[in-house]
């Protein structure tokens, strides 16, 4: 099964600003298993690609909040996720079709029950 996992950063990911639950080993081992893998954030775009790179990991995407529905089109998939840590992360996701898990739902790595099919 093809799936898209979309990060908020802040709040979420462990290199947040606040630190969130979702390591990057996390982040890597989803990746490793084929999900195409990005984040949406109240970040610029080019401080989102900065933090990817700093990890030394390789991204697929990076989007304002807004952007969801265009990430969509760009990247076919069987499962569309996000993790957010906030309301509008939910909205947002949810307006565009993709299942949403709040922050501490993701640091129980959801997405793996789809990507060992």
Known sequence: MKVLISFDIDGCLENGDPPGPITLDMVRKAQAKGAIIG????RAPSA???LWERAGIEYD???PKYGLPEIKERFPADKYIHTGDRNLDEQFAVQAGYDFY???EGAEEPWLQYLDD
Do not use: G, M, P
């Open 61 to 63: 995407f990076v989007t």
């Open 102 to 104: 709040w922050e501490h």
């Open 48 to 50: 989102q690609r900065t």
């Open 39 to 42: 984040s949406c954030s109240d």
